[in-house]
């Protein structure tokens, strides 16, 4: 099993920064990709955001190119996605995911999912 804690998310105003945390804990021999996706409204789906693998190739939403940036420390098993020039339309859940994840060199790969962090960012 694989446990994602997330942390960072809070109340800022557009304009603003904030740093998204997750780290992955438990039986972790390796996780193929770690990324970050969120739920905006219900009705509406959860989305991604931006995703990283191990190699660290990096992939972004359009609507966060340029302004959000994810990275990986493979180290401490922990991603980060660091939000600048925040808009009122990023107010959401932040979900961290593995993707991937393997207990073992041999272990099937599975997927993960943390509790979600808000961020809201006033106008």
């Known amino acids: 099993q694989v446990q994602l804690v997330e942390s960072g998310g809070g109340l800022v105003q557009a304009g603003g920064s904030l740093r998204l945390s997750c780290a992955a804990s438990?039986?972790?021999?390796?996780?193929?990709?770690m990324g970050w996706y969120r739920h905006q409204a219900p009705g509406k789906q959860r989305e991604l955001v931006a995703?990283?693998?191990?190699?660290?190739?990096?992939s972004y939403a359009d609507s966060v190119k340029g302004r959000f940036t994810i990275s990986r420390d493979n180290a401490k098993n922990t991603v980060y996605l660091q939000m600048n020039s925040l808009k009122p339309e990023d107010t959401a859940v932040y979900y961290c995911n593995a993707a991937g994840a393997r207990a073992t060199m041999w272990g099937l790969p599975r997927d993960y999912w943390g509790q979600g962090t808000q961020v809201t960012v006033s106008s």
């Open positions: 438990g039986s972790i021999f390796s996780i193929n990709a």
């Open positions: 995703t990283i693998t191990s190699g660290g190739s990096t």
